[in-house]
Each structure stands twice: as structure tokens, then as C-alpha cells.
């Protein structure tokens, strides 16, 4: 939002804009980058290791 009343110079505003733009960005790529991490961490359900697996099995007796 623009504020009309801020006194300080359209520069400085930009600036200030880009700083909260940068800060926003910043914090969204290390929640972004956390999310990532816990999907990383978590383990194969069993059910779909078995499907891999029968795959796995079908390739290589083709």
C-alpha cells in the first residue's frame, strides 16, 4: 500500500519496498526449504516399496 504522507524521498520508499519484498522472499524459501526437509525425511509407506519392487521384478524378467 502506498502511504501519501510518508515524507521521505520516493528512493528511500522504493528501497523500503524492495528490503520487505526481499524479507518476504527470504522467509518463504526457509519455510519452503523446512517443508521440503520433512518430506525428504519421512519414510517410504510399505505399500508403495511393493509396488516398486513388482516393477522392479516385471522389467527385468521382460
Given at each position: 500500500m502506498?502511504?501519501?504522507?510518508?515524507?521521505?524521498?520516493?528512493?528511500?520508499?522504493?528501497?523500503?519496498?524492495?528490503?520487505?519484498?526481499?524479507?518476504?522472499?527470504?522467509?518463504?524459501?526457509?519455510?519452503?526449504?523446512q517443508?521440503?526437509?520433512?518430506?525428504?525425511?519421512?519414510?517410504?509407506?510399505?505399500?508403495?516399496?511393493?509396488?516398486?519392487?513388482?516393477?522392479?521384478?516385471?522389467?527385468?524378467?521382460?
Amino acid at each position: 500500500m502506498i502511504d501519501h504522507n510518508d515524507s521521505r524521498p520516493q528512493s528511500d520508499r522504493d528501497d523500503a519496498s524492495l528490503d520487505e519484498a526481499r524479507l518476504r522472499q527470504q522467509a518463504i524459501g526457509v519455510k519452503l526449504r523446512q517443508m521440503f526437509d520433512q518430506v525428504v525425511n519421512e519414510p517410504v509407506p510399505d505399500d508403495f516399496l511393493d509396488i516398486l519392487r513388482r516393477a522392479d521384478e516385471r522389467k527385468g524378467g521382460a
